[in-house]
């Protein structure tokens, strides 16, 4: 399996945006009700948030055989060398198989990284068990209301 990291650009976006989708619904299926899930996919990976995360934040997408089956965006990099990680989700098919750590690692060694933040859904075991084989350490939990929905939403830190 040849898998190439590359930056995303804008003919990309209705492949992201249905890795998105097919991700989401894997990931959150007993978690989030559907239509939570589907309202947050409508908005958040809209053209129009598509593009505004390609001007505005550093986003690469993972290619199996010319197709995009992953994603991950990042943050810029703060002046203190802390970056976010927004998302990254990979077609369920392709998971396990260190797609997700390529796209990882892609953000890391962005210049001037030190330190990486990602909030995941406490639920979410797939995204904890990957965050903590990484070497993530626990920084806080909280709740937080989303669309109607209430979340454990857990930080967890990489420092670089």
Known sequence: MD??????QKEDIASVQEVAKISWHDTYEDLIPIDVQNR??????????????????HLF???????IVGFANFSPVQKDGKIELGAIYLNPAYQGK????????????????KKLIVNVEKENEKGMNFYHAKGFEFVSEHEEEFDGHLLKTVCLKLTI
């Open 98 to 113: 260190g797609i997700g750590t390529s796209l990882l690692a892609k953000g890391i060694k962005m210049d001037g990284v």
């Open 3 to 8: 898998v190439s990291i590359r930056q995303m």
């Open 61 to 67: 997408v993972a290619e199996v055989d010319e197709k």
């Open 40 to 57: 947050f996919l409508n908005s958040a990976y809209s053209n129009e948030s598509m593009f505004n995360r390609l001007k505005h934040s």
